[in-house]
């Protein structure tokens, strides 16, 4: 039986070498190697300025304090996200406002968020949904008309390009997560990356407690002022050595993905009962995140059958996203929805099984994984 995880780090020499120099060296926090880390990442998707910090939530957080989202406020988010993105927003005490998304694509439905823009409206989150680039041109052009933040949300999105510009550059801030799973990752980490030169100053100093300079700025060693309540989101020395690493592997890693999700696309279209979405229109360019196959309705009672089938035969699965966020007990209870709200979003995650399409994995794997999806349709029938 083959070993085919959902997920599995590229951890090899370069990252152990990388961690133990760090550790090897006097600098744990607040050196040159998460500088580094942040001009390797600006180089990769071409940003202006970006800010290495512990997590993408984080990097959410910091940008909604930035603009001083207060609990007056509104975020239109997507329904079928994680629930970072909605957290994000909630922190700071302002109100997360779900809106339902496309069927072909999974990605936030413009006209859904235009319609859902009040006088207390601030901001616009956008996920590029399993890496396939939003509709930026239509976000923006709501964005210009009602003056509002626009966050990009690129958790699955590094490689992901819109009319040739990385996402996370398209509306005014992109937070990326490098969590375990993600295309690479530093452990527990994130990055933020924007065009705007004043925005990235105040995050940078937000994610240090607030202070008014920063280590290196300082005349006397360990004097400074706080002039705003910041928090401590920094990534440390020792994740940004790894992600300096990976950061050389990404192309690499996206050509495999690519090969690999192609290849497992054809495989399963030949199986009766598994939809897909529709690949990206030509002016997008996805990272491969992930394969979600949708399950035709006379599947989806069977679907932990299905899942149970693929893990006794060494497939890892996963499901993104388990229920739209306006469904997760802490958002239902709030405010009180149900599935009849976002039916997109919840139609979504009730057909979804997400497969695995990352490097640790080859086209061989691929057409394995499809042959046993196959013998599992077949076997809940
Ligand atoms: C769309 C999305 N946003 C945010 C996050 C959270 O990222 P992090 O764990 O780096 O905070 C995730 C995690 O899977 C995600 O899928």
């Given at each position: 039986?083959?070993?085919?995880?959902?997920?599995?780090?590229?951890?090899?020499?370069?990252?152990?070498?990388?961690?133990?120099?760090?550790?090897?060296?006097?600098?744990?926090?607040?050196?040159?190697?998460?500088?580094?880390?942040?001009?390797?990442?600006?180089?990769?998707?071409?940003?202006?300025?970006?800010?290495?910090v512990s997590s993408c939530t984080a990097g959410?957080?910091?940008?909604?304090?930035?603009?001083?989202?207060?609990?007056?406020?509104?975020?239109?988010?997507?329904?079928?996200?994680?629930?970072a993105?909605?957290?994000?927003?909630?922190?700071?005490?302002?109100?997360?406002?779900?809106?339902?998304?496309?069927?072909?694509?999974?990605?936030?439905?413009?006209?859904?968020?235009?319609?859902?823009?009040?006088?207390?409206?601030?901001?616009?989150?956008?996920?590029?949904?399993?890496?396939?680039?939003?509709?930026?041109?239509?976000?923006?052009?709501?964005?210009?008309?009602?003056?509002?933040?626009?966050?990009?949300?690129?958790?699955?999105?590094?490689?992901?390009?819109?009319?040739?510009?990385?996402?996370?550059?398209?509306?005014?801030?992109?937070?990326?997560s490098?969590y375990?799973?993600?295309?690479?990752?530093?452990?527990e980490g994130g990055?933020?990356?924007?065009?705007?030169?004043?925005?990235?100053?105040?995050?940078?100093?937000?994610?240090?407690?607030?202070?008014?300079?920063?280590?290196?700025?300082?005349?006397?060693?360990?004097?400074?002022?706080?002039?705003?309540?910041?928090?401590?989101y920094?990534?440390?020395?020792?994740?940004?050595?790894?992600?300096?690493?990976?950061?050389?592997?990404?192309?690499?890693?996206?050509?495999?993905?690519?090969?690999?999700?192609?290849?497992?696309?054809?495989?399963?279209?030949?199986?009766?009962?598994?939809?897909?979405?529709?690949?990206?229109?030509?002016?997008?360019?996805?990272?491969?995140?992930?394969?979600?196959?949708?399950?035709?309705?006379?599947?989806?009672?069977?679907?932990?059958?299905?899942?149970?089938?693929?893990?006794?035969?060494?497939?890892?699965?996963?499901?993104?996203?388990?229920?739209?966020?306006?469904?997760?007990?802490?958002?239902?209870?709030?405010?009180?929805?149900?599935?009849?709200?976002?039916?997109?979003?919840?139609?979504?995650?009730?057909?979804?099984?997400?497969?695995?399409?990352?490097?640790?994995?080859?086209?061989?794997?691929?057409?394995?994984?499809?042959?046993?999806?196959?013998?599992?349709?077949?076997?809940?029938?």
């Amino acid at each position: 039986m083959r070993d085919i995880p959902f997920g599995r780090p590229l951890i090899d020499d370069e990252e152990r070498a990388a961690v133990l120099k760090v550790l090897n060296g006097p600098t744990l926090v607040h050196g040159p190697v998460a500088k580094e880390f942040e001009q390797a990442f600006a180089a990769f998707t071409e940003a202006p300025y970006a800010l290495a910090v512990s997590s993408c939530t984080a990097g959410m957080h910091l940008a909604y304090m930035a603009i001083g989202l207060g609990a007056e406020d509104e975020v239109i988010v997507p329904a079928q996200t994680h629930a970072a993105t909605a957290h994000a927003v909630e922190f700071s005490g302002a109100k997360a406002v779900f809106v339902d998304v496309e069927a072909s694509s999974g990605n936030i439905d413009p006209v859904q968020v235009e319609a859902a823009i009040t006088s207390r409206t601030k901001a616009i989150a956008v996920v590029h949904y399993l890496g396939v680039p939003v509709d930026m041109a239509e976000i923006s052009r709501i964005a210009g008309k009602h003056g509002l933040f626009v966050l990009e949300d690129c958790a699955l999105g590094i490689g992901s390009r819109y009319q040739g510009t990385h996402v996370g550059l398209l509306g005014d801030v992109g937070c990326y997560s490098f969590y375990p799973v993600k295309h690479i990752t530093t452990a527990e980490g994130g990055m933020v990356i924007t065009q705007d030169g004043q925005l990235a100053e105040k995050i940078s100093r937000l994610r240090a407690f607030g202070v008014d300079r920063h280590h290196g700025q300082r005349t006397q060693p360990g004097m400074y002022d706080v002039t705003m309540l910041g928090y401590n989101y920094r990534m440390n020395e020792i994740e940004a050595a790894i992600g300096i690493e990976q950061v050389k592997k990404l192309p690499a890693i996206l050509r495999a993905r690519e090969l690999n999700f192609k290849s497992l696309t054809s495989a399963l279209a030949q199986i009766d009962g598994i939809n897909q979405f529709a690949p990206p229109p030509n002016d997008r360019v996805t990272s491969f995140y992930c394969l979600s196959m949708l399950l035709e309705q006379s599947l989806r009672q069977k679907r932990w059958e299905i899942v149970d089938f693929l893990h006794r035969n060494g497939i890892g699965t996963s499901v993104y996203y388990p229920r739209p966020v306006s469904m997760m007990t802490y958002y239902r209870e709030k405010y009180g929805y149900s599935e009849k709200d976002y039916p997109i979003a919840y139609d979504i995650s009730e057909a979804t099984i997400s497969l695995p399409v990352g490097p640790h994995l080859s086209v061989d794997d691929m057409m394995y994984v499809a042959e046993k999806v196959s013998e599992a349709v077949e076997a809940v029938r």
